[in-house]
């Protein structure tokens, strides 16, 4: 298989499932914001911070109201990491390699596009934006399903997925760190009512409530945390995400799990058996967000030796961009 193709499947799927991130830490904060008490501050710079961002955005904005931060983080164009950017990247990909993917796969991307570019120059998801990030998830969750269906389960769709769940390891991280470190705006919140409606938020913003509370019952933080970074069987966890990346990294290899013949498998293992042996005490001993920093730094350097192993020996833009920002 040729590096250049699997290199744009690879960030094709990295992207959407990027943009979709973007609705899920925007929907978070607007559901944070709609459960504040009455004459709370709204926090939009924190979501900024957190993407990584905020060099660019002070840069551009300045001020870090609402409506700045989600157009930043949403239809700016000259943001690489925003959602707009992510698709064009996305279907920009998927052009490069019509060939190799489904024809439903490439016209739902399509759709997906230019949903979300209307919604840029109509400026009618100000109207309901809840309504508009639904539609973003649902999207690319249409667009997952798409994949799964209509594409040969074969090399190119192991690079999809490994693209895919890397991203949402990723990601999954930031949403669970936003609550934790930049939200809590005291320690005093602890415990409280309030305290409660943020983690019942964060479990929604990673469509993780219902099966969250099927499997632990009461909402607690350990048992939030416990659940989105260690559940083996939830598939937004970031546990899962890393065991399904690593699969797909040996199927494409050929090197059984549990030995490596490259760096990525290498650091992808290490990192897995870590996840399979820690326990919630000791990571929230530990520090959370500490933990947490240290994971995206895990995760960004098995991208960084995926692009070595199978990319490097090709020019290509997508993983120039994707660097910047979110998830680098």
Same mark, same amino acid.
């Given at each position: 298989m040729l590096s250049r193709v699997a290199d744009s499947i690879?960030?094709?799927?990295r992207y959407v499932e990027r943009a979709e991130n973007v609705a899920r830490f925007i929907d978070v904060n607007l559901n944070l914001m709609l459960d504040a008490p009455s004459g709370a501050d709204q926090q939009w710079e924190p979501l900024v911070n957190t993407t990584g961002d905020h060099e660019l955005f002070a840069k551009r904005y300045g001020k870090p109201t609402q409506h700045n931060v989600i157009h930043f983080l949403t239809f700016d164009r000259e943001n690489p990491n925003s959602m707009i950017s992510c698709l064009r990247s996305a279907r920009e990909n998927? @052009?490069?390699? #019509? +060939?190799?993917?489904?024809?439903?796969?490439?016209? !739902?991307?399509?759709?997906?596009y230019l949903m979300v570019n209307d919604a840029a120059s109509s400026e009618r998801h100000t109207e309901s934006p809840h309504d508009f990030y639904t !539609?973003?998830?649902?999207?690319?969750?249409?667009?997952?399903?798409?994949? +799964?269906?209509?594409?040969?389960?074969? +090399?190119?769709?192991h690079f999809c997925r490994l693209g895919r769940k890397l991203e949402r390891a990723d990601k999954t991280s930031r949403i669970l760190d936003v609550k934790y470190f930049i939200l809590l705006r005291s320690v005093a919140e602890v415990g409280t009512a309030f305290d409660d409606i943020q983690w019942a938020a964060v479990l929604r913003s990673a469509s993780a409530f219902e099966m969250y509370r099927k499997r632990h019952g009461r909402i607690s933080p350990k048992g939030i945390v416990h659940f989105l970074l260690l559940d083996s069987e939830f598939? #937004?966890?970031? @546990?899962?995400?890393?065991?399904?990346? !690593?699969?797909?990294?040996?199927r494409i290899s050929g090197t059984p799990i549990g030995s490596f013949k490259n760096n990525a498998e290498r650091l992808m293992g290490q990192l897995s058996s870590d996840l399979a042996y820690v326990n919630v005490d000791e990571i929230l001993n530990q520090g959370l967000h500490e933990y947490l920093d240290d994971l995206q730094n895990r995760v960004n350097a098995i991208g960084g030796s995926v692009f070595d192993t199978f990319f490097a020996r090709q020019s290509a833009v997508a993983p120039t961009l994707a660097r910047r920002g979110l998830s680098q």
């Open positions: 690879y960030w094709m799927s998927a @052009r490069s390699v #019509r +060939e190799i993917i489904s024809s439903e796969m490439w016209l !739902q991307l399509n759709k997906f !539609q973003v998830k649902l999207s690319s969750h249409l667009f997952t399903g798409v994949t +799964e269906a209509t594409m040969t389960h074969g +090399e190119p769709w598939p #937004r966890a970031i @546990r899962f995400c890393l065991n399904c990346a !690593q699969d797909s990294l040996h």
